[in-house]
């Protein structure tokens, strides 16, 4: 785990005036902790930096949001790297540098986020309002809970890492908490968010109806249907700020940002560049086209019956390449789409289906559907109607990372992608971390 000592500043170029405003600011190099949040600059300076660690290459700029959709059934790998084909084959080694990225890149900003919850509240400075501080710290409890979801549903129950740290070692002698143990760290974190936060919109910056949105999530996960309708029920009737763009592509076409589509964004810029599209676009684009969507994808989605008008998010070049769409851009500004009103559909469907709340769950499912461009789905029963709902999700969230994580909370990935070992349904703490920290147990089976 490497965790940060320095804040490191600017997340990119938004549209939103406001977020201009906090992101558009020249970058200091690095900074002593002891010189960190000690006034309102400062601790928005380190807000800055926290936001920019979850766009970071490691974590939703690339190799996290990899791991998600590689792992799945959409997505085949077109390069050389052995350590990439492990996801596919559901093979990853302990020794993967894949993973050993992400998890230093998750705990990096789970320790940013760490130093503002500790350090904001403390800070006197009269031009420091207390709706500030509550704002700031709000946005960091929410990227932490963010943060240790993705470690759960990565690799199961992980080291909870609460204070700031300075140096990889300073974690060392934290036990691994159980699955259930972080996920309650989550909701403790979401619960803090709520509270602190203004009920506002903004989609390049956590707000209370961010946290919304992800406990939305978050209460699918655990199999809390109620909830999950609940929280899900208050972005969708919200229509004057959230709400389904058409067609499919209306969302990420056209150079387009910030739509009405997006719940929360990460954005990008021509000098903080993201990593995706390089690897979807194909060399006659200037990628290098390292993941492409696989040929049974290309027959679902381009089959107007079940793909509709999501055939946007793939191309095809002269020569014949398929390649994925969502990431075009050059230089690659692309945005990284953490959270969409379209999973908000498909949350308080499945939540609705599992309460055997037919017709509501069919009127959601229908949403999205139609969106789409496709005729209401026939499916009839609670079982008929669950598998319309997973099928819409692979199709409608091909290329961002959901299916394996879909897969493995249904407990499905045996019967669709033939991982009968549960073992492998979790991914192995990286070795150096295993191998510089004895009190982490590594998962089963690695």
């Not at 977020?19 to 380190?46: M, Y």
């Not at 993705?150 to 908490?177: H, M, Y």
């Not at 719940?263 to 993941?291: C, D, K, V």
């Amino acid at each position: 785990m490497n965790i940060v000592k320095y804040i490191v500043l600017v997340l990119a170029v938004v549209s939103l005036v406001s977020c201009k405003k906090f992101l558009d600011v020249e970058p200091v190099d690095s900074v002593t902790d002891d010189q960190t949040i000690v006034d309102k600059t400062s601790a928005e300076t380190a807000t800055r930096g926290l936001y920019r660690a979850l766009a970071g290459d490691g974590y939703y700029g690339l190799t996290f949001q990899a791991i998600g959709y590689l792992s799945g059934d959409n997505v085949q790998w077109t390069g050389s790297q052995s350590i990439v084909q492990q996801f596919i084959t559901h093979n990853v080694r302990a020794d993967n540098a894949y993973i050993a990225s992400a998890w230093g890149a998750i705990y990096a900003t789970i320790n940013r986020a760490n130093h503002i919850i500790a350090k904001v509240p403390e800070v006197t400075d009269p031009l420091f309002t207390q709706n500030l501080k509550n704002q700031l710290t709000g946005e960091a409890y929410f990227v932490r809970a963010l943060a240790y979801f993705d470690l759960a549903r990565t690799w199961g129950g992980v080291q909870l890492a609460l204070t700031p740290t300075n140096s990889a070692s300073d974690k060392n002698g934290i036990e691994r908490s159980s699955p259930a143990e972080t996920y309650a760290q989550v909701l403790s974190d979401l619960t803090t968010a709520e509270q602190l936060l203004p009920e506002t919109t903004n989609r390049y910056r956590a707000t209370r109806k961010t946290v919304w949105a992800l406990r939305a999530r978050f209460h699918l996960y655990q199999s809390e249907w109620a909830l999950a309708e609940t929280y899900a029920s208050r972005l969708l009737g919200d229509a004057a700020n959230y709400q389904l763009v058409k067609p499919y592509s209306a969302f990420f076409a056209n150079n387009v940002v910030a739509t009405p589509e997006s719940i929360f964004e990460l954005s990008y810029s021509a000098t903080y560049t993201s990593g995706h599209r390089n690897q979807w676009q194909p060399p006659a684009n200037n990628g290098t086209r390292q993941w492409a969507p696989n040929d049974t994808f290309i027959a679902l989605v381009n089959d107007a019956s079940i793909g509709g008008n999501r055939n946007a998010m793939v191309a095809k070049t002269s020569q014949g390449l398929w390649y994925g769409n969502l990431y075009y851009r050059s230089p690659a500004t692309d945005p990284a789409y953490i959270l969409r009103i379209a999973e908000q559909y498909l949350i308080r469907a499945e939540a609705r289906a599992q309460q055997k709340k037919l017709t509501e769950a069919l009127s959601d499912l229908n949403a999205v559907r139609s969106r789409a461009g496709l005729t209401a789905s026939t499916a009839a029963t609670q079982e008929e109607i669950l598998l319309a709902i997973e099928n819409e999700r692979r199709i409608e969230f091909a290329l961002e990372p959901h299916r394996w994580f879909d897969l493995v909370r249904t407990k499905r990935a045996d019967d669709v992608l033939g991982v009968t070992d549960t073992n492998k349904w979790v991914l192995p703490f990286p070795a150096s971390e295993v191998l510089i920290d004895k009190s982490l147990e590594q998962n089963f089976g690695y």
